[in-house]
């Protein structure tokens, strides 16, 4: 009885075998056929879950550029094809997608929208030969293991000194309070450069509050103590969603003439209190990218992607595009696809993007210019314009 | 001291809610004798369906609460005869298991339904702030404290001094008994359930209007807060659940102000187990002797 079913088993087996075998020569004309094979694009993050905000637009701006490279004629005559996974931004999600991404045939890879997840990704993308460019993973030590890793967004500490560097030279303040999340690093990471660099500039830190992940849900206390303060800049490096909590709760009891100032992880903040967006008043975002930009490339970007998805482009929609199109100019200096070559094409190269002019160091971080929005009543406008 | 009063207040606030919650697990728990872990969640359904019956259908505040305290009854009824009745005799783990078994279930159901993204809570109910010499609050919090004490008097009225909630003290001293001098246990269970639930509406509310936002997972951290709340000032005993309730509240605001928002629930469970060491059956709990 028992040989029998093995017999039954191994006959299966050779089945299963034959049938893989015979599935792949089907495959390979259809991709051949035509002119050229297509040049594989990947790129992962949340679509679903708390943070899918992040992972759809950076998914949107990625497309748009997809779009308008193939329409022009490709990158070396190949045209571009996407496989956009989503992780719910979990980093062990993230690795298996990376690996599902190899399977399909990858050749260039936008690593992945958070710093956890890209983290993990980049670790273990380490032997490949493969560039990773992740167009919003900010944390700082996240690119550090593999040295075909780089980023198109600013990096945390570089963040909070420009932050820093910014409420000083628009004369904003010269006494702040904090308010950032003590579990999540890139909260930790902007906060710590950000103080670094006030101490050096001489702008005081009157008062520093902190939540976490289990107490985001009530900000009564911190509100009491920064109220206490008495400052006209609170610094809040921490994401939308929470800053939505706070923000709201914070309505009407701080003066006019207070401003919240915080990073990237803001974007989307508008979308978040919808239910009354006066509610994001007086906040201000540092930003590489302001959808009214006078500039041209900026326009045109902002312009494209409002037919395409009825709503106007954050920065997490530019790191995107920005990335498809330095990973364009990487790969037509470097000549292919091979992370090596590639890596060392990124380090020579100049992108002028919709998130500012580009140029990479070997440790794969990249230095542009900083603005700042400000919401009043629902709209976004460029500081001090 | 202004700062203290501040935190004192948002504290009896939070306790406030806590305290509503905490209730629902007392009774059921002193009644039925089981721990119903899904009693936060029924919080969070309260949420939706104020969210539901303001913004979607565009209900008067009034008929959003009624509403809301209408689902949330009907939901805890609904619990109790599809998940507890049919084990009423089986033994207290599987129950326990079911109830949370049942708290995955109505989170997933609301994840289903509303996505994952948070929800604002309507402010039908506009407050603003009070100012009361140099501290000022808000109006918010002062109704939840005025909700809790009313609904606080109401219930001891109603354990006390009503046939009713006679009935579901002798079901609580001793199930056999009670059947024996005819009171119906399984009516006064599913009455158990249904107060239960309806406080939890009202708690939903207070909850909406203090802290906005509503997420599918909204209910856990406060129903293992408010049930922490129950065990702290004994479970099974009402004044016990509110004592603990307004304790909880009150501590944790207070570490959070004085102490850091990161050592905040550490505390308010390190006081939970030094109470349990001194007083095992918590502060208002009963000594219960086992006969041999």
Known sequence: MKKLLSLVLAAMMVMSLAACGGDKPASTPAGTEGTKETLKIGGIGPLTGDYANYGISVKQGVEQAVKEINAAGGIAGQQLELSFQDSQGDPESAVNAYGKLLDWGMKLSLGCVFSGETATVVAAAKDDDILLLTPSGSSDKILESNDKAFRVCFNDSYQGVVAADFIKDHKLADKVAVLYQSDYDYSVGLYEAFKGECDKLGIAIAEVQTFTEGTKTDFTTQINKLLAADV?????????????????????????????????????????????????????????????????????????????????????????????????????????????????????????????????????????????????????????? | MIEFIKTLISGLGLGSIYALIALGYTMVYGIAKMLNFAHGDVIMVGAYAGIVAFTSAGLPPVFTVFLSVLACTLLGITIEHFAYKPLRGASSLSVLITAIGMSYLLQNLALMIFGSQQKAYPQYIKLGQVSIGPVTVDGITLLTLGVTACIMVGMSFFINRTKLGKAMRAVAEDRGAAELMGISVDRTIALTFAIGSALAAVASMCYGLTYVYIKPTTGAMPGIKAFTAAVFGGIGSLPGAMLGGIALGVIEQMAKTYISPLWADAIVFAVLVLVLVVRPTGLLGKEIQEKV
């Open chain 1, 232 to 385: 006209k800049m609170i610094f809040i490096p921490i994401y939308a969603e929470p800053a939505s909590t706070f923000l709201t709760q914070a309505k009407g009891k701080f003066g006019d003439d207070v401003y919240f100032f915080g990073a990237d992880g803001l974007d989307g903040i508008l979308e978040k209190v919808a239910q009354d967006v006066s509610i994001a008043n007086n906040v201000l975002m540092l930003t590489p990218f302001a959808a009214d930009s006078t500039e041209a490339n900026v326009q045109a970007f902002v312009k494209a992607y409002q037919e395409a998805y009825k709503s106007t482009p954050d920065q997490f929609a530019a790191d995107g595009y920005d990335a498809v199109y330095a990973l364009k100019a990487a790969m037509e200096k470097a000549g292919s696809s091979s992370g090596a070559a590639m890596a060392k094409a990124m380090t020579e190269i100049e992108v002028a993007g919709v998130t500012g002019t580009m140029k990479w160091t070997a440790d794969g971080n990249t230095q542009k210019k900083a603005m700042a929005i400000i919401y009043k009543d629902g709209t976004g406008s460029l500081f001090g314009q």
